[in-house]
Structures are given as C-alpha cells and as structure tokens.
C-alpha cells in the first residue's frame, strides 16, 4: 500500500508509461486517419473549408495529422515533431467542431488534446526509434 501512495517513480516505469501513452493513442488515432483515407471522396465534399483553404486541403492535412503523423507516434519515430500536426488537429476539432464544449460532445479530443501536449512536453521515451538513432 505504501508504494501505490508513493509519489516516487523509475526511470522504467516512466519510459513505460510514456510507451502505452504513445501507442494507444497514436493507433486509435490511426485507426480516425485510415478511416478519412479511404473515404476522402465521400467525405472530401462536406468536410470543413478551414481558414479557407479549401475542403480538399483541410481533409488532406488532417489525414497527414491523424494517419501519418500517429504511425510516427506508434513508431517513436519523430515523435515531438509528430505530435505538433497532431495537437494543431486535436485543437481546431475541439474550436471549431465541438464549440469547447470538454465536458461534452468534445470530451475526446480535449483527452487527445492533454496526451499530444503530454508527449510533446516528455518526448518519446526509452522504447522508441528516436532514442535508438540518438545512442
């Protein structure tokens, strides 16, 4: 009982943690992207003309975000430059999408949202691609 109140942790545990971190949400996140990608030309006409770019464009950058970007996640590979595409996504849904509305309909992505910003701030950890090219 003393060791699950204490506020102590190892190096293991934490590379850990960051580990289940960045695999499960970087593949439910794949899993929204792959989705996007094999329907672009069902979704690519009603889906949302950002900043006027266009809803092809804004379609394609959030398929980079969530496909691209969440395999580079899973991969540890580029991972705080990975997580930025996917913050500014994870943003822009729960403005412009969800109205902020974080105890409701917005509720996951402000929980995705919290994760990309956690990852960003602690990296990729020890079981990553980005540790191993670093040694």
């Known amino acids: 009982m003393k060791k699950l109140l204490s506020t102590k942790y190892s190096a293991g545990a934490f590379s850990t943690a960051v580990f289940i971190l960045r695999i499960t949400v970087g593949a ?20 949302m003309n950002f900043l006027g770019l ?21 991969l540890g590979l580029f991972t705080r430059l ?25 509720e996951v992505p402000a929980l995705y949202l919290g994760a990309y910003i956690t990852l960003l701030l602690v990296g990729p950890g020890k079981a990553s691609l980005d540790s191993m090219m670093g040694k």
């Open 54 to 74: 266009g809803s092809t464009v804004s379609l394609s950058m959030v398929i980079f975000a969530e496909f691209f970007c969440s395999a580079f996640l899973i």
């Open 28 to 47: 439910i996140m794949l899993h929204h992207g792959y989705n996007k990608l094999i329907h672009f030309a069902d979704m690519q006409p009603k889906f």
């Open 82 to 106: 990975a997580t930025i595409p996917l913050i500014i996504t994870m943003g822009v849904a729960l403005w412009k999408v969800h109205h902020f509305e974080v105890f409701g309909d917005g």
